[in-house]
């Protein structure tokens, strides 16, 4: 089974629960302008089928760890590009400064990986730069769908969450179609059930519950804070790869962790 499998399993089970909780508040809510429609499928690409594609391929290459890294640059990238104008740089730089260092503790860490390749390493650079891409990606949606939540207050977050998840089940199945392994390979498969409600509980938590949490937060908070939570996202990668792989983390990585969290605390209290 491939990456592009799982990608596509997982964005087909968002799109049906998005279509369902659709159908069921019919009448309360509305339906996206062609104009949103188009727009819900660029940010599906962005921030769901394109961005978990690249970065499930780079794990393919790179391994867990170092992927995580890269993309746990973006609260940063987001903090920086996304600062409130009347936010002074001194009450950002606290929170910003320690998400860096805990990024270079785990970094001094991790990196040793590459340092240990053989010739043929190629392909692990290859992942890195998948993970690159999976960044830009990320990044991009979190800007772009905040302002478009903020310019669109009568859209509310779960109408929003539930377009995106349309447009999203729809890109997952064409990518299935055109990518994706043969229905009897899949059928096939002894663990088939298994990876199925995987699919199932990763699309509906943490695509479509998670996406209706995220765009309430876009809403109400501002981007460079949000920016700053998406932090917590890379603790619980790290942790789940070091269960995965049956380690404990080193003590840069443990105290990575530490600085992660002191940066989320210090950050909300820069924008009260």
């Known amino acids: 089974m491939s990456s592009v499998d799982l990608t596509a399993g997982r964005f087909l089970s968002y799109g049906g629960m998005a279509a369902l909780a659709m159908l069921v508040t019919l009448r309360r809510h509305t339906w996206p302008t062609p104009r949103q429609a188009v727009t819900a499928l660029g940010m599906s690409m962005l921030g769901a089928t394109g961005y978990y594609l690249l970065l499930a391929q780079s794990i393919v290459y790179a391994g867990t760890e170092v992927p995580t890294l890269i993309i746990g640059t973006i609260p940063i990238w ?10 002074k740089w001194a009450g950002l730089l606290p929170g910003l400064l320690l998400t860096v260092c805990g990024l ?58 539930n377009w995106i998840g349309v447009a999203t089940g729809v890109g997952a199945f064409l990518l299935w179609l055109l990518l994706g392994s043969e229905s009897k390979e899949l059928m096939a498969l002894d663990n088939k059930a298994l990876i199925a409600m995987a699919c199932i509980v990763t699309g509906i938590g943490s695509g479509w519950a998670a996406s209706i949490l ?13 920016g700053q939570l998406i932090v917590s996202e890379t603790l619980f990668a790290l942790f789940y790869s070091f269960v995965w ?3 404990w983390p080193a003590a840069a990585q443990a105290w990575a962790a530490v600085l992660f969290t002191l940066g989320i605390l210090a950050s909300i209290r820069a924008h009260r």
């Open 245 to 247: 792989d049956g380690v």
């Open 78 to 87: 987001v903090m920086l590009l996304g600062k409130p104008s009347g936010l």
């Open 214 to 226: 995220w765009n309430v937060a876009s809403q109400r908070l501002s981007v460079s804070l949000c």
């Open 104 to 161: 270079a503790l785990m970094m001094q860490s991790t990196l040793n990986h590459a340092a240990q390749l053989p010739a043929g390493g190629g392909q692990f650079w290859w992942g890195v730069l998948l993970a690159l891409g999976a960044m830009l990606c990320w990044t991009a949606f979190a800007l772009v769908n905040a302002a478009w939540l903020k310019r669109h207050p009568e859209v509310s977050a779960t109408e929003w969450a």
